[in-house]
């Protein structure tokens, strides 16, 4: 069974602070990693794609990856209160180009 | 810039009725999926399509029939509604290319919120 791992939280963090948000995955041969930002209420949006091991950063939000731990976080700086909503990883794995989502893990940002 | 568009938004339906989720995007995307998701559970899939007169099952096919005649236009339909179908379900499309052209990014409908009873 291809699993993807997620703390279901809430994750309360203060406004400003660092939010830091983490997913495991069970298929070592997976390829594509993803973040979307699921508001309640809403669809899911993508956030942040990485491929290849290390950091990558755009703008707010830097994703790290980590393919021999099998793991991948999201990092989001300078919390603002509009960050608060449901985070879901999503994992590619090749063998049927499918994505495999995690169950999410809904962030509380605290003015 | 319409993207992958849902309907209808919301529905309730009686136990043994049967209905049909449209779905159409205008993306000339190759790859076009159905999605339930439960509360506070992840995206689980349905059926998924690799282009036109291709479909295939996903995770949780059962109760729930597709079609994909043209690129544009996946339709869900399901048969004999039951309780266990209550749930929001979401249609995505994705062009599957290279990793650096955005393979498995998916663009996600609004959800259609469906109620059995």
């Known amino acids: 069974q291809k699993e993807v791992e997620q703390n279901s939280g809430p994750l309360s963090v203060p406004e400003g602070a660092i939010a830091s948000l983490n997913c495991t995955y069970s298929d070592r041969g997976s390829q594509s990693f993803f973040w979307y930002r699921q508001y309640s209420g809403k669809s899911p949006e993508l956030i942040m794609s990485i491929y290849s091991n290390g950091d990558k950063e755009d703008g707010r939000f830097t994703a790290q990856l980590n393919k021999a731990s099998q793991y991948v976080s999201l990092l989001i700086r300078d919390s603002q209160p509009s960050d608060s909503a449901t985070y879901l990883c999503?994992?590619?794995?090749?063998?049927?180009?499918?994505?495999?989502w995690g169950a999410g893990t809904k962030l509380i940002i605290k003015p | 810039n319409a993207g992958v568009t849902q309907t209808p938004k919301f529905r309730i339906l009686k136990i043994g009725q049967s209905m049909t989720l449209q779905c159409t995007q205008d993306?000339?995307?190759?790859?076009m999926y159905w999605y339930r998701q439960d509360p506070g559970m992840g995206l689980k899939l349905i059926y998924y399509s690799v282009g036109a007169g291709i479909t295939d099952k996903g995770e949780v096919p059962n109760g729930y029939n597709v079609s994909r005649s043209t690129t544009e236009d996946f339709p869900l339909r399901l048969e004999l509604a039951a309780p266990s179908q209550t749930s929001v379900y979401f249609c995505a499309s994705s062009y599957l290319g290279t990793p650096d052209r955005g393979e498995g990014e998916l663009f996600f409908g609004e959800g259609s919120r469906l109620t059995v009873l």
């Open positions: 999503a994992v590619n794995m090749k063998s049927n180009y499918q994505l495999i």
């Open positions: 993306m000339n995307h190759n790859y």
